[in-house]
C-alpha cells in the first residue's frame, strides 16, 4: 500500500487546483482607495473563506496539506498579498473583497473540480505570453503556467481538452492534467478510468462516476471511497473506513487497522514493507532544504524548488511564490 499514492496525489490535485483557482487568482490587485479595505484585510477574509470551504468540502485534505483552517488561512493570506504586487496584476482590492464574499456559496462540487466562480476570475493582466510570472492575474492569456517543483512560470492561455499539459494549472477550469493532456472532470454517470477521472466528489465504480461510498460499505480501490470527507479503502477489512491522521513523529501508514495520513504537508517516512507502517516527517520551514520523495516537504505555504532531480527526486530548497522573484 502506497499511503502518498492512494492520499496524498489526490489531495496535491485538489489542493493544487484550488490554489489556483482562489489564490493565483484572487491574488491580485491595485493600490485601492483610501476609503476601502486593505490588501491585508481582503486577503485575510479570502483565505478564511477559501479554507472554511475547504474544511467543509474535503477534510482530509485540509488536514494533508494544511492541518487545520488556521494553518491554512496563514499560508494563503500570504499568497494573495505577494500576488496582490505582482507586475503586470490590474485586479483591485474591492473585486478581491467581492471573491471573499462570493467563495461561501460555492459549491463542493465546482471547488474540488478546479472550476472558477465569476467573481473569484481576474480581469486580464498586461504581462504578454511568455514573460515570468508567479500569478494568472498577471498575464494578458489569464494563466501563469508554473512546473511542479518551480515558483516562477510563464504567461500563456489556458490549455483545453485534449491539449498538452505539465500540470493542472495548465490546464482550463474544470480540466485536470492526466498523462500529460487536459482531461475534464467528469459528472455524474459519465464514464470514468485511469484517464478520465471523475469529480473529486464523486467515485469511479465500475467504469461509471457516481456517488463515493460511506463508511462500512465494501471496497476493492482507494478511489470508490469518499477521500476528500475523509474515507478510504481498509486493505484490511476491504471496507470504506475512517481516516486516521497524526503529525510530526506519529505513526503512519497502516496503524492499530486503519489507513493514517500524515498532516500539514509532511511525508510518511521509512514505512515497513511488512507492517506498511511508518513516520510522520516534520515538514521544512521558508529557506530550508526539502525533498520530495525522502522528505522533508515544505511546510504549509512554501514549495520545494527542484535543483536536482533523480532517482532520490526532486530535491532543492523550500520558497514561497512570489512575483516579485519572477523575472
Known amino acids: 500500500m502506497d499511503l502518498r499514492r492512494t492520499l496524498s496525489a489526490v489531495s496535491f490535485a485538489a489542493l493544487a487546483a484550488c490554489s489556483s483557482s482562489s489564490a493565483s487568482k484572487v491574488a491580485a490587485g491595485d493600490a485601492g482607495t483610501d476609503a476601502g479595505p486593505s490588501i491585508d484585510k481582503v486577503a485575510a477574509d479570502a483565505a478564511q473563506a477559501y479554507c472554511s470551504r475547504l474544511q467543509a468540502c474535503a477534510p482530509s485534505l485540509m ?3 494544511y492541518g487545520d483552517v488556521a494553518g491554512c488561512a496563514s499560508a494563503f493570506s500570504g499568497d494573495v498579498v505577494r500576488g496582490y504586487h505582482g507586475t503586470g496584476v490590474k485586479q483591485t482590492v474591492d473585486q ?3 471573491c471573499a ?3 461561501p456559496q460555492t459549491t463542493c462540487s465546482d471547488l474540488l473540480a478546479r472550476k472558477t466562480i465569476a467573481a473569484c476570475k481576474p480581469a486580464a493582466g498586461t504581462l ?14 489569464s494563466r501563469c503556467k508554473v512546473a511542479l517543483g518551480q515558483t516562477c512560470g510563464t504567461c500563456g492561455a489556458p490549455a483545453a481538452a485534449g491539449a498538452a499539459c505539465g500540470a493542472d494549472n495548465d490546464c482550463g477550469d474544470g480540466l485536470a492534467c492526466i498523462s500529460a493532456k487536459c482531461v475534464a472532470y ?3 454517470k459519465a464514464a470514468c478510468d485511469a484517464t478520465h477521472p471523475c469529480r473529486m466528489d464523486l467515485a469511479c465504480n465500475a467504469g461509471a462516476c457516481g456517488a463515493a461510498n460511506p463508511i462500512g460499505t465494501k471496497c476493492t480501490a482507494g478511489d470508490v471511497c469518499n477521500t476528500p470527507q475523509g474515507i478510504v479503502c ?4 476491504k471496507q470504506c473506513d475512517t481516516l486516521a491522521s497524526g503529525g510530526p513523529g ?4 497502516f496503524v492499530g487497522g486503519r489507513v493514517a495520513q500524515c498532516t500539514s504537508s509532511s511525508l510518511c517516512l521509512a514505512i515497513s514493507p511488512t507492517t506498511y507502517q511508518g513516520t510522520c516527517s516534520k515538514a521544512a520551514a521558508t529557506g530550508a532544504t526539502c525533498n520530495l520523495a525522502n522528505g522533508p516537504t ?5 514549495v520545494c524548488v527542484c535543483t536536482t532531480t533523480g532517482d532520490a527526486g526532486c530535491a532543492g530548497t523550500c520558497m514561497q511564490r512570489d512575483p516579485a522573484a519572477c523575472h
Open 63 to 65: 488536514m494533508a496539506f
Open 96 to 98: 478581491i473583497a467581492a
Open 101 to 103: 464574499a462570493a467563495i
Open 128 to 141: 504578454a505570453d511568455g514573460a515570468a510570472c508567479a500569478a494568472d492575474a498577471q498575464c494578458q492569456g
Open 186 to 188: 467528469g459528472d455524474d
Open 234 to 237: 481498509n486493505p484490511q477489512s
Open 250 to 253: 506519529a505513526p503512519c501508514g
Open 298 to 302: 515544505c511546510a504549509p505555504g512554501a
